[in-house]
Structure formats: C-alpha cells, structure tokens
C-alpha cells in the first residue's frame, strides 16, 4: 500500500511561507479552508479503510507554508501529493479543474487526469480541463514546484469547484456533498495507484520477488490440477529467442498501466488512434481474430491498450507498438481466461497491460523475458472488490480447463495472469 500526502488548503489567521489562510468564501459565509480540511479528513477515512498510509498536512485550523506542505511528502518520498482547494470569482462561474506543475512529470499528468475524471463526474460541474493539452491544466504554483517535491512523487492541486457560486455553497453545507467529494479525491488516488504511477513499484516489489524466488532455489513448479492435465510445455510464438529459451522462469514482471480500453478522458485516445492510423496494423484482421474468440466483455480495443507510460509525454513514450500477427494465438487463451474471470465476478474489469514490445518492456523495467511480450500475459483489475477476491475467482478459473493452466500473480490493486503451460503462483 502506498504512503498519500493529501493537504488541506490554507488555514489559520496569518499568511505564512506563501500561503494564505484563506481564499473563496461563499455568499452565505463558508469558508474555504473549512471545507479543504472536511473533505480532506473525508478521503483520509476512505484511502486508510483501502490499506494506506494517508498523511494530512494538518487537521486543524492552521496554516503552514507551501513549502512545508510539499516537505510533508518529500520527506517520505509519498507516492501521490494532493492540495485540496475551491475556487471563488464572480458568483457565476462554475467548473472543475485540476493543476499540475508547468514543468511536471508523466507521472502527474497521469494522476491529474485521474483526478479530474472522478471530481468532473462527482460535481456534474464543467471540465475545464477539457481545453487543456492532454487534459493537463499546468501553471507554477509554489506547493507543487517539482525541486520541493521528490522525484517519485506525482504531485497535483485540485480546485473542486467555485464555492462563490450559491447553489455550491448549499451542497457544500451538507454532509452527503462533502462525502461525494472525499470519495472522488480518495477514488482518484486509487485510480492512479491502479495504473501508472505503480509501474516502477511493481517493478520493484516484483524484484524481490524474484530475489527471494531465487534464493530459495525454487523451480518453476509443475502442478497436477484434479481432472485438468497440465502442459508440460506450450509453444509460444515468439521473434525473441532469448526470451523462448526462458520460458520457464517464474521472474514476471506485471506492470499497471491504467486501462479503460481507449479512455479519450484520461488515457489518450488521440494518440493511440494516430498510431493506429500511422501503421500498417491490420485492425480489421485483428478484429475478426478476436471476435473468434467468443469474448463476451472484452473487445479488440482493449486487448490492443499500450499501456499509461506509452502517452503522456514520458521517458517511455511512444516506445510500445501493436503486437504482430503472429503473436495473436498467444493471447487466445489469456483472454478467454480473463472472460470467464470478468463471468464470474460479475463486475466490470479493465486490462491494465496486455503486449509490451521489448523497448517498452525494458523502459519501464519488465522482466527481460516478460510473457507480456510473447502476448501471453494480461493485468487486470476490477471496479468492485479486491485482488485478493479477483485472484481467489482467477485461480478457481485456471483450475477449471487445462487451457487455462498458468501463472497468476497477485499484487495490491490488480492480478496479473497468463497460460503459460504449467501452474505458477505469486
């Protein structure tokens, strides 16, 4: 679980370190650094009841610099900081919008789109995002200054909504509004820590993984399942001879990269859609290949995501590329595997990462011989539920055809899965 920074704005009496102790204040007399701190404590009660560590810059009516607010995460090298604010104007204006830093990372841009998603669609206000380069509203702002911050940290600030406006500071009133908000902001964390923010993470908890995997001189085991035979090996077709001959090797990497097939709102279908357009990929065929499948949730777009870290401007930008025809049987079964998976839980389920080429695979730090490559592997998450529940339905799954028989691999918010040929469990 992850370590959450999230800071109410203002506070106090006195400006103090760039910060003032309050800013929109409705017609009726609220106050924003009242609200800042009630949705704040709000989403703290919801992100700790996950299994985080949520920590608030304050839980009183005092104010604090901004550098100060930022050393509370740096300090802890926190995975996501948030400032919670509200805007005011001219009584009239209304939206929501979230801020990242105007030299910030890949990693907030992610987390501010994540963000603004959840809060456009728990105010019903307008985005105002929308006219934004990739929905990413940048400006300087002292709390978010990338050189306060550590360099893992995905750092934005969002102003929820103009609280100036009447009717907003009515819903503001109310203990059901201030929830709504909270759980918007707790959910937009959860998002983001569901894709891509969490790939250098599982990177590394997948390392000591292996680490251990290795010190115990553990084989990849070969498990017999009642009534199921298991392949004692499998073809997998595959340009990467080096990663063929280790087939066998338990050390996979399962990335997060967020997945809602091609999200417009947060994932850059724009892009995708230009690559798409700009290669010689055979959509029609690929189509045509997975409507053989009898897939009854998933489609070809969402088999074809390239994964958060491929858009947004990052170090692994534009890296990943389409799978080639010949790798397609290999996803055959991974993703009825997953079908019957997304069946039983009865809940929607998102791919997370499916194929990863080897330049993207490597940017991102996969497992040298990732089944992600082979186009054998997918990760998964589901919008109710937990991995431990998505793993307990996804290994009853594997158990019920030798078609299934693979590793499966469990991780904080999502499970990866593959048909390898033989059982391998994590």
Known sequence: ??????????????????????????????????????????????????????????????????????????????????????????????????????????????????????????????????????????????????????????????????????????????????????????????????????????????????????????????????????????ELKTPNKKAQKKSNDLKEFASVDIGEGFDPSGLGLESTVSILEASSFDMAAFQSFVQSLGLRYFSANELLFLGSSNSGGGACSGKNAFPSSELWPNIANTARMLDEIRHRLGASCRILSAYRNEAYNSCIGGESASLHMRYNAIDFRCETGTSSQWHAVAKAVRASSSAFVGGIGKYPTFVHVDTRGYVANW
Do not use: W
Request: with cysteine; aromatic share 4%; glycine share 10%.
């Open 1 to 234: 679980m992850a370590k959450i920074v999230l800071d109410p704005g203002h506070g106090g009496t006195t400006k103090i370190g760039g910060s003032s102790p309050n800013n929109a204040v409705g017609q009726n007399g609220l106050l924003e650094k009242q609200v800042t701190l009630e949705v704040a404590l709000a989403a703290e009660k919801l992100l700790t009841a996950k299994g985080h560590t949520v920590v608030l810059t304050r839980k009183t009516d005092h104010n604090l610099g901004l550098a100060d607010r930022a050393r509370a995460a740096k300090s802890i090298a926190a995975p996501v900081f948030v400032s919670i604010h509200f805007n005011g104007f001219n009584k009239t204006t209304q939206g929501t919008e979230t801020i990242c830093d105007s030299t910030h990372s890949a990693k907030s841009a992610n987390l501010c789109r994540a963000m603004q998603k959840r809060l456009v669609a728990a105010t019903g206000h307008n985005d105002r995002n929308a006219g934004h380069p990739g929905g990413v509203k940048s400006q300087p702002l002292g709390v978010l200054k990338s050189s306060s911050h550590h360099a893992n940290t995905a750092c934005c600030l969002i102003e929820v909504s103009f609280m100036d406006v009447a009717a907003e500071e009515a819903r503001l009133r109310t203990a059901a509004y201030i929830g709504r908000v909270a759980k918007a902001v707790a959910d937009g964390v959860t998002d983001y820590l569901g894709a891509g923010e969490m790939e250098s993470a599982a990177a590394a908890s997948t390392a000591s993984f292996e680490d251990g995997f290795a010190a115990e001189g553990h084989k990849a085991p070969k498990v017999k399942l009642v009534g199921a035979p298991v392949l004692e090996s499998i």
